[in-house]
């Protein structure tokens, strides 16, 4: 094993760490309340420079793997659920949702 392996899955290790999504939320005694901000000029930006051309780009390996999943959620009873799950959401998080709306 090479001497630079560890030091590389200790750096992707808190890397992911790192990255992984923290929610916040602020607690009361008996609600749960999700402050929602405004979306940003940057925001916007990255948006469409960044998250919608890869939500495309998953959109249509979806649909894909969806063409081939059709025939065995068919046969299975799901294919509502897997229609649901493999082409419309990812449609309406790629061209229905706000612009900056994470």
Same mark, same amino acid.
């Given at each position: 094993?090479?001497?630079?392996?560890?030091?590389? %899955?200790?750096?992707?290790? #808190?890397?992911?760490?790192?990255? &992984?999504?923290? &929610?916040? @939320?602020? #607690?009361?005694?008996?609600?749960?309340?999700? @402050?929602?901000?405004?979306?940003?000029?940057? /925001?916007?930006?990255?948006? %469409? !420079? %960044?998250?919608?051309? %890869?939500?495309?780009?998953?959109?249509? #390996? &979806?649909?894909?793997?969806?063409? #081939? !999943?059709?025939?065995?959620?068919?046969? /299975?009873?799901?294919?509502?659920?897997?229609?649901?799950?493999?082409?419309?959401?990812?449609?309406?998080?790629?061209?229905?949702?706000?612009?900056?709306?994470?």
């Amino acid at each position: 094993m090479p001497k630079r392996f560890p030091k590389l %899955i200790a750096g992707l290790l #808190v890397m992911a760490l790192c990255l &992984s999504p923290i &929610s916040a @939320f602020a #607690v009361d005694d008996t609600e749960i309340y999700v @402050f929602k901000r405004e979306p940003q000029g940057q /925001g916007m930006a990255g948006d %469409i !420079a %960044i998250i919608r051309p %890869i939500s495309i780009g998953c959109l249509i #390996v &979806s649909t894909g793997a969806y063409l #081939v !999943a059709l025939p065995f959620a068919a046969l /299975g009873g799901n294919a509502e659920e897997t229609t649901q799950k493999m082409v419309v959401e990812p449609f309406n998080y790629t061209f229905r949702r706000p612009l900056g709306d994470f």
